[in-house]
């Protein structure tokens, strides 16, 4: 079974422009969570999408935002960039929705932005 | 109080040896806890989950969970240099928010 898989690997934008993020889940997976992972502030919980429906969100500025398709692949979004955006962002599949007290999540192999 | 907390290491222990890897959390009301292992430049790898307290081995590995101490452990017996990685524990919150330690890294040497 093909894994989960994030484009693009590697993205170099600049303070101000905007960056669109795309994952494609586990194939029969319908949660997609998305994640950002810095050397100092570890993995952070951006959103969570199943059934194309948003279920949790994390404490990030409303510049990031996200969506899920009806084939379950999912698109985050970032406007307005700012260095502190610079990050790998990870997407991650799971069966179900995290509500049901289960989350075995996996993991994409994630998505380099640096913001210049 | 951080959510979840780590000790980030990094942790060294010899080829052989018991690596014990520890996590505590602040929500009592968690159910769910997981052990992630992240190679250098890698996404993070789902390698135990657990749900009860006690013990539960899978190989080389052991999770430990203690829900009244708030306290979740990874054992790694036999520790072997390809184990040395960072280690994030991630604890489920509220049913609905995966929430993750920044993680211990393990180092191995021959």
């Known amino acids: 079974k093909a894994g989960v898989t994030q484009t693009p690997r590697y993205l170099i934008k600049t303070r101000g422009q905007q960056v669109t993020l795309s994952c494609s889940p586990i194939?029969?997976?319908?949660?997609v969570s998305w994640y950002q992972q810095t050397p100092g502030q570890g993995l952070q919980f951006l959103f969570e999408?199943?059934?194309?429906?948003?279920?949790n969100k994390g404490n990030f500025p409303g510049r990031f935002s996200g969506r899920q398709f009806s084939n379950s692949r999912s698109e985050m979004n970032v406007s307005t960039l700012e260095l502190g955006d610079s990050a790998l962002y990870l997407c991650?599949?799971?069966?179900?929705?995290?509500?049901?007290?289960?989350?075995?999540?996996?993991f994409g192999p994630g998505t380099r932005l640096t913001v210049l | 109080q951080k959510e979840v907390e780590q000790n980030s290491g990094p942790l060294s222990v010899p080829e052989g040896a018991i690596a014990s890897l520890n996590c505590t959390y602040s929500d009592r009301g968690s159910q769910s806890f997981f052990w992630y292992r992240q190679y250098s430049g890698k996404s993070p790898e789902l390698i135990m989950s657990?749900?009860?307290?006690g013990d539960k081995e899978d190989g080389r590995f052991t999770a430990q969970l203690n829900k009244a101490s708030q306290y979740v452990s990874l054992l790694i017996r036999d520790s072997q240099p390809s184990d040395s990685a960072t280690y994030l524990c991630?604890?489920?919150?509220?049913?609905?928010?995966?929430?993750f330690g920044t993680g211990t890294r393990l180092q191995v040497f021959p």
């Open positions: 991650a599949s799971s069966p179900q929705v995290s509500g049901r007290g289960y989350s075995e999540q996996f």
């Open positions: 999408y199943f059934s194309e429906t948003q279920r």
């Open positions: 991630a604890v489920l919150y509220n049913t609905d928010k995966l929430i």
């Open positions: 194939s029969g997976h319908r949660s």
């Open positions: 657990i749900y009860s307290n």
